[in-house]
C-alpha cells in the first residue's frame, strides 16, 4: 500500500532523503509519496489539525508516515493507529490525535519492534519508516504492535489559530468551514474578513475567507498575500 | 507513459504532494517527475514561455501536467493539446499556448470528463491530475476529449523579459539564443551584459550572458548571483 | 539498483526533475531517491564531507549521483568510483574524494561515455545521469570505463568547519564525533558549547553538541536556531 509522508523535515533538507532509502530497504515496492515536509517544527498542536485535515482525504489501505516530534530522544513513546482504514505511525505526542479522534472507527498500538541502532535524534529514518514499511507491506507482526491508548490527546474539536501558512502567503486555519455560519465575518490581525466563494470572486487583492480544498477556514487575497496583509503568522488566534 | 509536473505549487508546500496522491489513484504505475513546482505565480505569460523550453526537450509518449492557474474557480476551461506526440493539460489561460504554436503538430481539446467534488480552488489535483493520468495510462476516452481551439494564445515568439531566476541567482529570459546574433551585447538592469561560451570562460564575479541548457538567453555571473548583481525581476525587460 | 541523488541543484529549482526525466529514460526501472539539492554551491570541500557521512550509511550496491560542479564547461574530468561495493559519479573535483579516501576498498575510473548532445553548464543532465543509469543498470561496459586516477583528492580527516546548517539552524561540521573527547568542550562563534546526549537533555534553548544522526558533530539548540545564536555559516572555522 502507498506510504504518504508528513513532517517536519524540510523539503529541502538532508533528512527526507534518508527517510526514502529506508523505506526503500523495508519496503522497495511500495510508492511513497510527499504529503508536506514543511510541517511547522515547534507547533504539534498545528500540525495535527493540518495532518487531521490532509490525512481525511487520503485513500484508504494507506499508510502516513507523520513525525513532528521535537522531543525525540525523551520518554515519548512511538505509536500506530488504524483510523478508518488507514495507518498513522508516528510519536506519541499529540500529532496523530486529532486524525485519529475524529476517525469513526480508531485503535491505537503501542510498537514492540526496535531496530538495531537507534540514533538519538532520528527516529524517523531508525524507527519510524521501517513500521511504516512494515505495515504497508502488510507485516503487521514483525513491527509487534500491541493495543495500547494516545499518551496526548488534542480532542477532534476546532482549533481557531492559524496552523499553516502557505508559499502564495494564504492563511490556512484550523477551523473545519462547517463550523461556521456560511457567510460569517471573520477577525484576524485585527481585520474583519468577509467569504467569497472562490478567488476570481473577490476583489484583486482583496482578504477574504473561503472552504478551501481540504474542507478548512482559509484568509487569503486575489493575486496577493494574505499573510503579509495581516502580519500574522501560525499560533495566532482568529476570532 | 511518464507524468511530468510544471506547477507553482511551491516545492516545499501540501499541494504536490495531493497531486500526486491523486495520480496514484487514477495511473498507479505511470513514473511521475516534478519538473517545476516553482513557476512564477501570477506571471503566465513568463511561466508559458519556460514550460515551452522544458516540454521541448521532454521525451514523446509522455503527459506534461502544466497548472498556473491564478484564474481557478472562475470561467476559464480546462484544455489538453497533443503537441509533437506528447501531451499537455492543464487550464486554457495561455499558460500551455507557447509550447502549443511551437509544435510541429499540435491539436487542442476540450475535456468532458469532470469529478464528482470539484472544490473550487484545487483543479490541479481535483480535474487536471486525473486527466493526466486517464492520458497517460492511454484511457483517452475516459477523459472525453473533443477537438477544439485554445482561447488564449500568446503566441511562438521571443519573450524579451526575465521568465525565471534560479536559486543560483541566475536569470533565465525568454529569449531562445538561436534568435540572437552570436556575440552581440545585452542590455538589462541598466548595465551591458557581453556573451560567454561557459562559466569558466568569464570573470570570477563577471556578468555574461549565455546559451544555457534548455536553449534559452541566462544572464549569469561566475561563482556569484547575476540577479543581486542587475537587482532585476520576473518581467523585467531585456534590451 | 537505486539511484541516490546529492547535488546543489536547489530542492525547488529547475535541474532535479531534468536528471529525474534523464535518469527515467536511461534506467526507467530504477528507484530514484533524492538525497540532497541544497549542498552549498561553491564550498566544494564541506559539500565533499557531507557526502561521505550520507553514502557511509548508504545500502551497498546503490549508485550515489553527486554533483557541486561550480566549474562545469571547464578542464575536470567527469569520473566514477566505486567505493566498498557502492557507485559513485560525478566531475573529479574533489568532490567524491572524502568518501572514496575513506572507503575500505576504493577504486576510480574515468568515463569514456560521451552523449551526442553535451551543454556546456549541465553535465548532470546531459552526462552524469546517463552514467549514474547505465551503473544501476549494471551496464559498465556502456559507460566506458576505464581504471584512472582522483585528481582532486581532499584526503579523510576531520574538516574543522561549519560543512552544512540545516532548516531547523542545527549546524553540522565537518568532524566525526568519534574523533573527539567525549565530553570535550567546542569553541564556535566565540561561544564554549558543552556536550549533551540528546536534544531533550539540554535546557531550552541552550546550545549544546551532540554526535548526530550521520556521525558528525553538529551544533544544536533545543527548539531554537543554534546557527542564529552563533551567527556563523559554512566555511567557518570550529575550536
Chains 1, 2, 3 share one sequence.
Not at 505511525?89 to 491505537?108: I, T
Not at 461556521?180 to 476583489?203: D, M, N, Q, T, W
Request: with cysteine.
Amino acid at each position: 500500500m502507498a506510504i504518504f509522508l508528513f513532517t517536519d523535515f524540510g523539503g529541502s533538507d538532508i533528512y527526507a532523503g534518508q527517510v526514502r532509502a529506508a523505506l526503500l530497504q523495508y519496503a522497495p515496492r511500495q510508492p511513497v509519496v510527499d504529503l508536506l515536509h514543511d510541517a511547522t517544527a515547534f507547533n504539534i498542536r498545528a500540525a495535527a489539525h493540518l495532518l487531521a485535515a490532509l490525512f481525511n482525504r487520503l485513500p484508504s489501505r494507506s499508510v502516513t508516515f507523520a513525525v513532528v516530534d521535537p522531543g525525540v530522544g525523551g520518554p515519548r513513546e512511538p505509536v500506530a493507529a488504524h483510523a478508518d482504514g488507514k495507518w498513522l505511525v508516528g510519536p506519541d505526542n499529540g500529532l496523530l490525535s486529532v486524525a485519529a479522534s475524529r476517525a469513526r472507527k480508531f485503535k491505537p498500538y503501542a510498537i514492540g519492534w526496535r531496530p538495531k541502532e537507534l540514533s538519538g535524534s532520528f527516529h524517523g529514518r531508525d524507527l519510524f519508516a521501517p513500521v511504516a514499511a512494515m505495515l504497508a507491506r502488510g507485516a503487521r507482526k514483525t513491527a509487534r504492535l500491541r493495543r495500547s491508548g494516545l499518551a496526548v490527546r488534542f480532542g477532534p474539536g476546532e482549533l481557531r489559530e492559524v496552523i499553516y501558512v502557505d508559499h502564495y502567503g494564504n492563511v490556512i486555519t484550523g477551523l473545519r468551514a462547517g463550523s461556521l455560519a456560511p457567510k460569517c465575518i471573520l477577525r484576524a490581525g485585527g481585520r474583519e474578513i468577509p467569504h467569497a466563494r472562490v478567488f476570481s470572486e473577490a476583489p484583486q487583492g482583496g482578504l477574504f475567507w473561503y472552504e478551501n480544498s481540504i474542507g478548512l477556514v482559509e484568509i487569503a487575497a486575489n493575486s496577493a498575500s494574505a499573510q503579509r496583509a495581516l502580519g500574522i503568522a501560525v499560533g495566532d488566534p482568529i476570532g
